[in-house]
């Protein structure tokens, strides 16, 4: 069988004597050029202008400290999932029999891929992306971030953590309402118990 292949129509590619000029093509550019010009500049002046970026970007991982304390209870769950093998905990008890903390606690940023993926596995919120981007390191030792030094006070991170709360559930509070005391096994919903709130809605 024979394989029919199209053509082009004759005369589509000879070019007339002007468009042989190339002025058109010469006077288009400079056209958008021009208009470009008078237009707004998107470029930042970087690092002399910071650059302020939304709630949806992934920059380095932090932890979440809420009264005083660290929201992490040490499950394990974002070493685990996190493909580099970047996050190294161990946990300790605490008073609380249904509490533990994390008494190691460490990052190695250079194997971080900021996948994000500690943070959607993590029960408690208690780790997220925040917003730094802009970080350098001298040597290996200072790429590895103790727990100390990943603590950020939940008020810097809220506008994360709400963009988080509508991202997971777009409908939450929209479809069903529930009590918070009914479900008092996170270290979330306990604190939320202690402010004086009864309803999530």
């Known amino acids: 069988m024979a394989i029919r292949i199209r053509t082009a129509p004759p005369g589509e590619r000879k070019l007339s ?35 302020v970026l939304g709630p949806e970007f992934r920059g380095r991982p932090v932890l979440v400290m809420e009264n005083g304390r660290e929201r992490c209870v040490a499950c394990g769950l974002c070493a685990r999932v996190c493909p580099p093998f970047a996050i190294h905990m161990q946990a300790a008890e605490t008073d609380d029999p249904k509490e533990r903390y994390p008494a190691v ?22 780790i997220v992306m925040s917003p730094a981007y802009d970080f350098v390191f001298r040597s290996r030792e200072e790429a590895i971030y103790t727990k100390e030094r990943l603590l950020v006070d939940k008020k810097q991170l809220e506008p994360r953590l709400k963009w988080l709360a509508a991202m997971r559930n777009p409908q939450f509070g929209k479809r069903y309402r529930f009590r918070i005391t009914n479900n008092i096994h996170s270290v979330m919903a306990r604190g939320k118990v202690a402010e004086g709130h009864e309803m999530v809605s």
């Open 17 to 51: 004597w002007w468009d042989k000029l190339h002025f058109p093509a010469i006077l288009s550019g400079m056209m958008y050029t021009l208009r470009r010009m008078f237009m707004k500049r998107f470029t930042v002046q970087y690092p002399e202008e910071p650059i």
């Open 105 to 126: 606690f460490e990052i190695n940023m250079l194997r971080c891929i900021y996948c994000g993926l500690c943070e959607e596995v993590c029960p408690e919120e208690a």
